[in-house]
């Protein structure tokens, strides 16, 4: 854990910006690498089960940290389906398109960048939705069926909210919608809001799409620290779960890689730092909360600054969390990546539970499969979509 500044700190003469050098390393902090809890194992037996019935599958990612929020268990229990790829937070991103560009397009994917309040982005997403609904030949007799799924708190239920009200407007008198037709999905500002998958709703009437809802899943553990702490970065995990100070310091790292200048703390320092004791007392400084003998509250201080981030109080808070989408990755390393990802989630206990319950290849229809009575109940009610 980092060691905590019980005495006064006192800042070192300037540095000089010519002269400074990002750190290229980030300590090995001891945190955990791990939030999977019962009812993300839950969610995924539910998608599993579902899976015969979805027509299409949208997958939320949060576009600050593209990398790490993307899970690759979902692969798993929802394989073959068509999906499409929501980042979700585009105004507070400065993820570069032509990036994902490389890495989807050997997978034939196609992605689109929302703000998962956006009224004209849910028109956007609906009007996908709607040209899909109209190649299929016949048309699904029992409307299209939809999921959207992703990590903790990447904006599942806001995108459902703002898709239905957008669905029902657009073939309604303008303004006769109520917020309470419109809102569907409960949300808020940490993980776990949503806990269960959602009985089907409807999202649009002409043409028919429905949708299931769905809790954020988390990885049973990710593969190091800087995946955890960018998790922690988007609001992925709980605020109390990673140290205040630990996120600070790397929040701290990666805009340096970013922008070496200083100019994303310039309002608490007038040179960059690699130092996030330097910077806490700065801000401390500028917030004028200093308290006798130059002390002030440390967690304080990196709450406050992580939630600027988190939350995008403003146009300047704009960034990237995931490390290798800032140190010159590209799509064929992107992809890389993800293989060796998919291999390391091969070897998990809940790959095992996974491959009994829909079999080798995630569909649900081998014989040899270890099926629970959940699996034989929802086997009999896909017969009609198999």
């Not at 922690?232 to 929040?251: E, R």
């Not at 701290?252 to 130092?275: A, C, F, M, V």
């Not at 003998?293 to 995931?322: C, P």
């Amino acid at each position: 854990m980092l060691h905590r500044m019980s005495s006064i700190y006192h800042s070192s003469s300037s540095i000089s910006i010519m002269s400074f050098v990002p750190r290229r390393i980030f300590p090995n902090y001891n945190i955990p690498l791990s939030n999977f809890k019962g009812h993300h194992q839950k969610a995924l037996t539910r998608f599993g089960h579902l899976a015969p019935q979805i027509d299409l599958v949208l997958e939320v990612r949060d576009s600050r940290a593209p990398v790490s929020t993307t899970n690759v268990l979902f692969d798993k229990v929802l394989a073959h389906k068509q999906k499409l790829i929501l980042y979700s937070k585009k105004d507070l991103s400065i993820l570069q398109t032509d990036l994902l560009n490389r890495w989807h397009a050997s997978n034939n994917e196609q992605y689109l960048f929302v703000d998962a309040r956006s009224k004209k982005d849910a028109q956007t997403v609906i009007d996908i939705i709607s040209e899909r609904y109209r190649s299929m030949n016949p048309p699904p007799p029992l409307g299209l069926r939809l999921m959207v799924i992703g990590m903790p708190n990447v904006g599942k239920s806001t995108l459902v909210n703002s898709l239905r009200e957008v669905g029902f407007s657009s073939h309604s008198v303008p303004g006769r919608i109520s917020s309470k037709k419109a809102k569907v999905a409960r949300t808020g500002g940490q993980p776990g809001v949503t806990k269960a998958t959602s009985e089907i709703i409807r999202i649009c009437e002409e043409p028919n799409l429905l949708m299931h809802d769905t809790p954020g899943v988390f990885l049973p553990s990710v593969k190091d620290i800087e995946t955890m702490l960018a998790l922690s970065l988007v609001g992925c995990v709980h605020t109390s779960y990673i140290d205040p100070v630990i996120k600070a310091d790397y929040l701290l790292y990666l805009l340096n890689l970013q922008d070496p200048t200083g100019s994303k703390y310039s309002e608490y320092l007038d040179h960059p730092t690699n130092d996030i004791q330097e910077l806490l007392h700065g801000i401390a400084t500028t917030r004028n909360v200093i308290k006798k003998g130059n002390t002030f509250d440390e967690l304080g201080m990196a709450t406050h600054w992580v939630n600027l981030w988190q939350q995008g109080k403003s146009d300047k808070y704009m960034g990237l969390f995931d490390l290798c989408t800032i140190v010159e990755s590209n799509g064929d390393s992107l992809r890389d990546i993800f293989r060796a990802e998919r291999e390391r989630v091969n070897g998990m206990s809940v790959s095992t539970k996974i491959k009994n319950s829909l079999g080798e290849d995630g569909t649900g229809r081998a014989k040899d499969r270890k099926r629970t009575a959940k699996d034989r109940e929802y086997d009999l009610k896909n017969a009609l979509f198999k």
